[in-house]
């Protein structure tokens, strides 16, 4: 990567406070997220690292290729950063996407350690891209644990308006935590492609209730999948990374295994249950059927009444 290039200038705290994280830019996410003034974009603007795939099928490009790197400070802390524009092809990983976030998390373990937030914004794969995108998706997932093993903190946020999809959703497993909204979502398959390959009956992707409850941050918390679930507002977000750069502990062999047993507990827990008010109900929650509706401060009070901070383990 190249001398770093300062792209953030300074904005009122009051616009952290009010602006969706859901619907601002990745640009906007990060410059409301960090200390004002604090980003500096690795790979800047001018450089013009574009994706070699995409003239072929006659597609347009971006000048960041879908994903904003750099380095700024959260709470006077340094932190790197990346942060996926779902605007531009859905946020989806190409072989300089991914390039960039590699890089990203190769260079947190030689700068002392430092923390790495992901800002997921992600359909998944490029299909343009096929073989490239898949390997890059490999290769990010290498440098997670990698970097985790080096003792790197790497903290996931999830709010954005594409999701966290296909290879992305296996990214953000790899983290040492998850934060994410209402309007985050999660899953390896997206609903088009669970009823493309299983049929409507199995899975109907126009019924925007089944797909927030079964893949949506309020489920994703309960189920244990989430670290911590905020409101959506960059301010929300913020609160989240700064309480799990908190509370995330080293990485190690002990964790892996704890993980595993909870997985195994989930399982074993909910594997005969058909919808997530089902898993709800099982948890002990009253009036399961009501959860999609709780406004956020009453949804994390009850998230929090539960128990389950999920992945506790690692």
């Not at 406070?17 to 200390?35: G, I, Q, V, W, Y």
């Not at 309007?183 to 925007?208: C, H, K, L, Q, Y």
Request: proline residues 4%; glycine residues 12%; contains cysteine.
């Amino acid at each position: 990567m190249t001398a770093p290039i300062k792209h953030g200038v300074q904005f009122p705290a009051e616009r952290a406070r009010t602006t969706s994280f859901n619907e601002a830019s990745a640009r906007m996410r990060l410059e409301l997220l960090l200390d004002a003034g604090s980003f500096l974009e690795f790979i800047g603007p001018e450089q013009r690292e574009v994706s070699p795939h995409l003239k072929i099928f006659d597609l347009p490009e971006q000048f960041d290729d879908g994903i904003v790197v750099g380095r700024g400070r959260l709470d006077g802390a340094p932190v790197l950063v990346a942060a996926q524009e779902g605007r531009f092809m859905g946020g989806a990983f190409g072989e300089v996407h991914g390039a960039k976030l590699v890089g990203l998390l190769r260079a947190a373990r030689e700068i002392e350690s430092i923390p790495v937030l992901i800002l997921f914004d992600t359909g998944g794969v490029r299909l343009q891209e096929a073989n490239a995108g898949e390997l890059a998706i490999a290769e990010i997932m290498r440098a997670v644990m990698e970097a985790r093993t080096a003792g790197v903190k790497v903290i996931g946020l999830i709010g954005g308006r594409s999701g966290c999809y296909g290879g992305g959703g296996l990214i953000a497993g790899c983290c040492s935590a998850l934060a994410v909204s209402e309007p985050g979502r999660i899953a390896v398959s997206g609903p088009e492609v669970i009823e493309t390959n299983r049929g409507v009956e199995e899975f109907d992707s126009r019924d925007r209730a089944l797909v927030w409850r079964t893949m949506g941050g309020k489920h994703r918390r309960l189920l244990g999948a989430a670290d911590v679930f905020t409101d959506d507002t960059v301010q929300g977000f913020r609160d989240a990374a700064l309480r799990l750069l908190d509370v995330v502990g080293p990485y190690g062999l002990d964790k892996l295994k704890a993980e595993q047993i909870r997985l195994a507990d989930r399982l074993r827990s909910f594997g005969a249950c058909e919808d997530a008010v089902d898993i709800w109900t099982a948890e002990g929650i009253v009036h399961a059927e009501d959860v999609p509706e709780l406004p956020a401060d009453q949804f994390i009070a009850l998230a929090d009444n539960i128990g389950r901070t999920s992945r506790d383990a690692r």
